[in-house]
C-alpha cells in the first residue's frame, strides 16, 4: 500500500488540471529516461507491440497520437515506415516543445496544444488514434472515448497502452509500492525532489482501470474491443474499431491544426477497409 503522506488525486477539474500542469512541466526534460527506468527498458517495446498492431496497409493513414508527450510515437511510426500526416496532442507546453523540437525535420508530423476532452478535429478526420500512458490524466474517460470516437473515421482503429489495475490485490500492492519507491529515487537523483514521480501512483489510486475502460470504449460506440493484459495487469493494451457502417460526416470538412484550417483532399481521406490483426482477448 502507498504510505499516507501520497496525495490523494484531485477531483477537482481545474485543481487536477493545474496540477498535472505542474507535473509535466517539471518532468519534461527528464521524460524520456524515467520511462526506461521505471520499465527496465521494456517501455520501447511495449509501445512497439502497440504500433505492431496496426492494420494492413496503413504507412499512409492519417494518425492522431493523444497525450503525444515528447513525441515517442511519431518517431516509431517514422522508424517503422509509416509516410502518412500525423498528428499529436498534448496539454503540456513542455512536452510538445521537446515534440516539436525532435521531429523538426519531418514537416507531416504537426502539433496541438489542446485538451482531449474537446478535440479541435472535423468528424472522421483520422484514419487512426494512438493513446499513450494518457489516460490517467483525463477529466473524463467517457467524454474522452466520444471524443476520439468522433475524429475517427469509419472503419479507423483506435489503439492504447498504459498502466492498468493487476485484479489481485497483493500484486497491485506490489506494483504500487515498487513505483513509488522507485519513483522517489529517480526523482531524487534527477530532479532532487522526492516527490516529482509521485502522480504515477496517486493518478493509479484514482484510475478506475481496465474493466471501466473497456466499458467507455463500447459506450462511446466502438466495436470488436480487445484488453490486452500484461505482467499481471500492470500494463494494458487496448484495440477497438469505429464500425465501418458508421455514418460519415456529410462533408469531408477541415482539420484544425495549430491554429490553421488545413483541407484534405476526399480521395486522402477515404482508406480500405482495416482487418485486424489476431489479438488476446482480456484475461
Given amino acids: 500500500m502507498a504510505p499516507a503522506w501520497i496525495r490523494p488525486w484531485p477531483r477537482d477539474r481545474a485543481t487536477r ?5 505542474d507535473v509535466f512541466r517539471r518532468v519534461a526534460p527528464q521524460y524520456d529516461r524515467l520511462t ?4 527496465f527498458g521494456q517501455d520501447d517495446r511495449w509501445k512497439s507491440t502497440l504500433v505492431g498492431l496496426l492494420p494492413d496497409g ?3 493513414m492519417r494518425v492522431l497520437d493523444l497525450a503525444t508527450g ?3 510515437f511519431p518517431l516509431l511510426l517514422r522508424n517503422a515506415g509509416h509516410r502518412g500526416t500525423i498528428v499529436g496532442v498534448d496539454r503540456s507546453r ?3 516543445r521537446r515534440g516539436r523540437a525532435k521531429c523538426a525535420e519531418d514537416p507531416r508530423i504537426r502539433f496541438v496544444e489542446s485538451d482531449l476532452n474537446a478535440l479541435p478535429f472535423s468528424p472522421g478526420t ?6 499513450g500512458y494518457g489516460l490517467r490524466y483525463l477529466d473524463d474517460l467517457g467524454e474522452s472515448m466520444r471524443a476520439a470516437h468522433r475524429v475517427l473515421r469509419p472503419g479507423g482503429v483506435l489503439l492504447s497502452l498504459d498502466f492498468g489495475l493487476p485484479a489481485r490485490r497483493w500484486y497491485r500492492t506490489l506494483c504500487l509500492t515498487y513505483l513509488f519507491v522507485f519513483g522517489t529515487i529517480w526523482g531524487l537523483l534527477l530532479h532532487r525532489r522526492a516527490d516529482t514521480y509521485w502522480h504515477i501512483v496517486e493518478s493509479l489510486r ?4 481496465q474493466e471501466a475502460l473497456e466499458r467507455a470504449i463500447l459506450d462511446a460506440g466502438f466495436a470488436r474491443v480487445a484488453i490486452v493484459e500484461q505482467l499481471g495487469g500492470i500494463s494494458v493494451l487496448a484495440r477497438a474499431e ?3 457502417g458508421a455514418a460519415r460526416s456529410a462533408a469531408a470538412g477541415e482539420e484544425r491544426v495549430d491554429g490553421e484550417l488545413d483541407a484534405f483532399a476526399e480521395d486522402e481521406r477515404a482508406a480500405g477497409a482495416i482487418a485486424p490483426p489476431r489479438v488476446a482477448r482480456r484475461r
Fill in 17 to 21: 488540471r493545474a496540477y498535472v500542469d
Fill in 36 to 39: 526506461r527506468l521505471l520499465s
Fill in 58 to 60: 496503413s504507412r499512409e
Fill in 70 to 72: 515528447t513525441a515517442a
Fill in 94 to 96: 513542455a512536452m510538445l
Fill in 126 to 131: 483520422f484514419d487512426v488514434i494512438l493513446i
Fill in 206 to 209: 484514482a484510475y478506475p482501470g
Fill in 242 to 244: 469505429r464500425a465501418a
